[in-house]
Nanobody
């Protein structure tokens, strides 16, 4: 069974940092490019970042470029999202999924940026 489990969210003040993790199981993680998405209340899910299967290539939404960094550890079947200089508009539920042949969504992890 394919599973994606996101963690690491929380409440943080503007300008703060968080590191999200997504641990995958049920497929050959190292063979797949992965993506981070987010969904804010009342908005559609949007792409935040993606990373190639080996980790050598990354891409980011314009809104997070220079502040967020995506990485992965294939030995741990885990993809990370380091988020720095957080803004209130980064508040959302964050999800990961495969870039191609996406699977069912995990529960996500809530990130709230507020003073």
């Amino acid at each position: 069974e394919v599973q994606l489990v996101e963690s690491g969210g929380g409440l943080v003040q503007p300008g703060g940092s968080l590191r999200l993790s997504c641990t995958a199981s049920g497929f050959t993680f190292s063979s797949y490019s992965m993506r981070w998405y987010r969904q804010a209340p009342g908005k559609e899910r949007e792409l935040v970042a993606d990373i190639s299967s080996g980790g050598g290539r990354t891409d980011y939404a314009a809104s997070v470029k220079g502040r967020f960094t995506v990485s992965r550890d294939n030995a741990k079947n885990t993809v990370y999202l380091q988020m720095n200089s957080l803004k209130p508009e980064d508040t959302a539920v964050y999800y990961c999924n495969k870039k191609y042949q996406p699977t069912s969504w995990g529960q996500g992890t809530q990130v709230t940026v507020s003073s």
